[in-house]
């Protein structure tokens, strides 16, 4: 089993900036991508960004040019850098880990985010 620990949500004022950190641990050898899902209040679990042992990157329509996702893979870190934070960023995000062998998928326990306008 893969452990997530997430860190760094907290209330932010709309415009502000958070950064959130993932710590993977456990049978973490083989993670081979890393990322973050987020879901709102009555909606469903979406991908917000994602990133290859490669560093190969992925995001969301809605917050490309405002997230940064990053990895460290000596420390099986991964961090979301979020910028010019709006109300509809307000959510759980969740951090994600998909292994080449089974288990093959780890979710966090989720971290909440809120944006006041």
């Known amino acids: 089993q893969v452990q997530l620990a997430e860190s760094g949500g907290g209330l932010v004022q709309a415009g502000g900036s958070l950064r959130l950190s993932c710590a993977a641990s456990?049978?973490?050898?083989?993670?081979?991508?890393m990322g973050w899902y987020r879901q709102a209040p009555g909606k469903q679990r979406e991908l917000v960004a994602s990133i290859t042992s490669g560093g190969i990157t992925n995001y969301a329509d809605s917050v490309k040019g405002r997230f940064t996702i990053s990895r460290d893979n000596a420390k099986n870190t991964v961090y979301l850098q979020m910028d010019s934070l709006k109300a509809e960023d307000t959510a759980v995000y969740f951090c994600?880990?998909?292994?080449?062998?089974?288990?093959?998928?780890?979710w966090g326990q989720g971290t909440q985010v809120t944006v006041s306008s």
């Open positions: 456990g049978s973490a050898n083989r993670i081979i991508v």
């Open positions: 994600n880990a998909v292994r080449s062998v089974a288990p093959y998928n780890s």
